[in-house]
């Protein structure tokens, strides 16, 4: 599999200890890399799911910051495919736990808006396989392989909009 996007969108509430507490939503897709398996396939794994914000936010001063965070949350994954839908079948899918550490570097361009660097490594709680996604085997996959939970690690830019008022002390 090779990823192809990930998005968060969430509200996050920052307090005064600089702790802070969010809550939103998270898209993922990704899709088979045709050059990496023996079989002629295309499609792809769609991943949607909500989560809890945990974090601590610093301003050094009044244009840089850094956020360190945590996101527990749920997560249903869709695998689609030519294969699975040649075969009539509706799309495979499952559901997992997710945990993602994240640390965001903040650099504002002024009260109200601000731009960051993500990065962040996600853990879903179950095994891909290939044959998920209408694959005939599971590769050369060990049965061991099967079962490690899912993780990806990702580096993004993003947006924050301030409502209130930002505290750089």
């Not at 192809?4 to 005064?16: G, H």
């Not at 079962?147 to 690690?153: D, E, G, I, K, Y």
Request: charged share 15%; net charge neutral; no cysteine.
């Amino acid at each position: 599999m090779q990823g192809l996007v990930t998005s968060n969108v969430y509200l996050q509430r920052s307090f005064q200890s600089h702790f802070n507490l969010g809550f939103g939503g998270k898209y993922t897709y990704f899709v088979i890399d045709e050059f990496s398996v023996s079989e002629v396939i295309r499609g792809g794994i769609h991943s949607a799911g909500a989560f809890v914000k945990f974090g601590y936010d610093k301003f050094y001063n009044d244009q840089f910051a850094m956020d360190f965070g945590l996101k527990l949350g749920y997560n249903e994954n869709f695998y689609l495919s030519d294969k699975n839908k040649a075969l009539g079948l509706n799309p495979a899918r499952n559901s997992a736990f997710l945990i993602e550490p994240t640390v965001g570097l903040i650099l504002s361009v002024d009260r109200k808006n601000s731009y960051r660097l993500n990065i962040g490594y996600t853990i879903q709680d179950y095994g891909f396989q290939p044959m998920q996604l209408g694959m005939t085997s599971n590769l050369n996959f060990d049965e061991s392989q099967l079962t490690v939970r899912t993780q990806f690690l990702f580096v993004g830019f993003g947006y924050t909009y301030y409502f209130g008022v930002k505290t750089t002390d």
